[in-house]
């Protein structure tokens, strides 16, 4: 049985499972944030279905080998274990290549995955160091669900005037709102967006707000009816209560040289109105 990691104490705390390093909740004040399928799989045998999966090193169909990379279905190792109560607390994950990663993508890597629990706050990050002699290319992403009352009043700020492609209408615009909201299938990839994303809830709700650090940009997701009952691991209702708002550098592919590290990452905080 894998063994979830907890950072945090019992009202405020993230729980990691060792499969793909992904954070499978995070509860403020008693009260989950983040979605996962009441579908979801643990077996290992696919990318657990909510909460923060890990895309690294390909966002998207991949010819080499699985979609979105194979970090989110890689066993995790824990390297720091968090201490309990102690505020703040910090859990680190690696991944470093192996036979198997070499097969499918033939380059030396160490992620590191930091995942630390603070007051109202919930901060991930990850460094990408190139330990081999030749340099290589990514795209990388946290494929954060987020939990909400209702995806018909939610909306997203913070993509005013960026181009995206729709992956729905497959199409590239330029954003024209100040606020988006979800009202049928949504899968667009924002670039070079703000730094920061409100994702309210309507009147008496609460905020997310997403602060992002060398991710330039953003994917708006949501199947929406006919793809939820499409994926067995989605319950075919749950479309309205999340939204995927994920924080990736994916417009371009970053390379690495040799020896060199990649960070970036995000702290999401939760404002109650
Ligand atoms: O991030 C949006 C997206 O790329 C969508 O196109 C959809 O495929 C989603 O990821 C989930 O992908 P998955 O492989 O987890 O089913």
């Known amino acids: 049985m894998a063994v979830v990691v907890v950072c945090g104490d019992v ?3 993230a729980e990691v499972h060792p499969h793909g390093a992904t954070l499978t ?3 403020v004040d008693g009260e989950e944030m983040t979605f996962v399928s009441r579908n979801a799989v643990f077996d290992g045998k696919k990318a657990i279905r909510g909460g923060i999966p890990l895309v690294f090193p390909n966002f998207g169909p991949w010819e080499l080998g699985p979609q979105h990379g194979f970090a989110r279905t890689s066993t995790w190792n824990l390297v720091q274990t968090p201490v309990q109560g102690s505020g703040n607390s910090v859990a680190v994950f690696e991944l470093e290549d192996s036979e198997q990663t070499r097969a499918i993508w033939n380059y030396k890597f160490k992620v590191r ?6 007051d109202h ?14 340099q290589f290319d990514f795209t990388i992403l946290l494929h954060t669900y987020f939990r909400l009352p209702d995806i018909r009043k939610t909306t997203v700020d913070g993509l005013k005037g960026c181009m995206y492609t729709d992956k729905v209408h497959k199409d590239r615009k330029t954003e024209s709102r100040d606020l988006i909201s979800v009202a049928a299938e949504t899968d667009n990839m924002y670039e070079a967006t703000s730094s920061v994303h409100h994702i309210t809830h309507g009147a008496g709700g609460y905020t997310f707000v997403v602060t992002k650090r ?5 994917v708006v997701w949501n199947p929406w009816e006919e793809k939820a009952r499409a994926m067995s691991d989605f319950g ?3 479309y309205t209560k999340m939204i995927c708002v994920e924080a990736g550098h ?3 592919r970053y390379v690495l040289s040799p020896k060199q ?13």
Do not use: C, M
């Open 261 to 273: 590290t990649f960070s970036g990452g995000q702290i999401i905080t939760l404002k109650k109105e």
């Open 11 to 13: 009202e405020n705390r």
């Open 236 to 238: 075919d209702d749950e």
């Open 25 to 27: 909740s995070w509860k």
């Open 250 to 252: 994916v417009a371009s």
């Open 121 to 134: 706050q919930l901060e991930t990050n990850l460094d990408v160091t190139n330990t081999g002699d030749h």
């Open 113 to 118: 995955y930091t995942v630390s629990v603070g």
């Open 214 to 218: 060398n991710l330039p940009d953003t």
